[in-house]
């Protein structure tokens, strides 16, 4: 029995870094077309517009911010999408809420021109982040033909805690559905619309 014990582990061994190798090709490849830089989440308040005729909001909220900062090698790059994942804590959950809560977003740019400053960003709406607490991390997957090109989360870890819970869609909002929509507008690549 103990013979086979060395067998044993080396199988392992060899059949682990059959999995991890194609990951860790993939990631490679992806550094040679785009670098993350640092991903995070902030609380931001709103921008406040001035109007003619029209009225002052009553209250300005803290919206959850989750901005990318990358670099990216060729010339054009056709599609990228950045896959979002964001935990909220709740520390006194009501009823029937999980006290951790995934949210999942995406956003696909489309024509992305050669940058050493290129910015994403998602947002979670103030009441969002008002009923299901305050943010716990962040991760973005980033791929483009279905191909992973980078992967981040703020604190960092090498697990893949985004795959540990079951995902709330339809909370994540990109920028052009927020008021951040015309703020800085230049530094945000073009989103792709849905056809």
Same mark, same amino acid.
């Given at each position: 029995?103990?013979? #086979?014990?060395?067998?044993? =582990? =080396?199988?392992?061994?060899?059949?682990?870094?059959?999995?991890?190798?194609?990951?860790?090709?993939?990631? %490679?490849?992806?550094?040679?077309?785009? *670098?993350? *830089?640092?991903?995070?989440?902030?609380?931001?308040?709103?921008p406040?517009?001035?109007v $003619?005729?029209?009225?002052?909001?009553? +209250?300005?909220?803290?919206?959850?911010?989750?901005?990318?900062? =990358?670099?990216?090698?060729?010339?054009?790059?056709?599609?990228?999408?950045?896959?979002?994942? /964001?935990?909220?804590?709740?520390?006194?959950?009501?009823?029937?809420?999980?006290?951790?809560n995934l949210?999942?977003?995406? #956003?696909?740019?489309?024509? /992305?021109?050669?940058?050493?400053?290129?910015?994403?960003?998602v947002?979670?709406?103030? &009441?969002?982040?008002? +009923?299901?607490?305050?943010?716990?991390?962040?991760?973005?997957? /980033?791929? &483009?033909?279905? +191909?992973?090109?980078?992967?981040?989360?703020?604190?960092? $870890?090498?697990?893949?805690?985004?795959?540990?819970?079951?995902?709330? &869609?339809?909370f994540?909002?990109?920028?052009? %559905?927020?008021?951040?929509?015309?703020?800085?507008?230049?530094?945000?690549?073009?989103?792709?619309? $849905?056809?």
């Amino acid at each position: 029995m103990k013979a #086979n014990t060395p067998v044993r =582990f =080396f199988g392992v061994v060899a059949v682990a870094l059959l999995l991890v190798a194609p990951y860790e090709l993939f990631a %490679q490849e992806g550094r040679d077309v785009l *670098r993350i *830089r640092r991903v995070e989440g902030e609380m931001v308040r709103a921008p406040q517009y001035q109007v $003619s005729g029209g009225q002052r909001s009553q +209250r300005q909220r803290q919206w959850l911010e989750v901005k990318t900062e =990358f670099e990216t090698a060729p010339d054009w790059i056709d599609e990228i999408t950045f896959t979002y994942y /964001i935990v909220l804590h709740n520390r006194r959950p009501h009823e029937g809420d999980e006290p951790y809560n995934l949210f999942r977003g995406e #956003n696909t740019y489309v024509n /992305i021109e050669r940058t050493r400053r290129g910015q994403s960003a998602v947002y979670l709406h103030p &009441s969002t982040v008002e +009923r299901y607490g305050s943010l716990d991390r962040v991760a973005v997957v /980033i791929s &483009s033909q279905g +191909r992973v090109l980078g992967i981040e989360s703020d604190p960092p $870890s090498e697990r893949r805690w985004w795959e540990q819970l079951p995902p709330r &869609s339809g909370f994540v909002l990109n920028r052009m %559905q927020t008021p951040f929509a015309m703020v800085n507008f230049d530094d945000f690549e073009a989103i792709k619309l $849905s056809d």
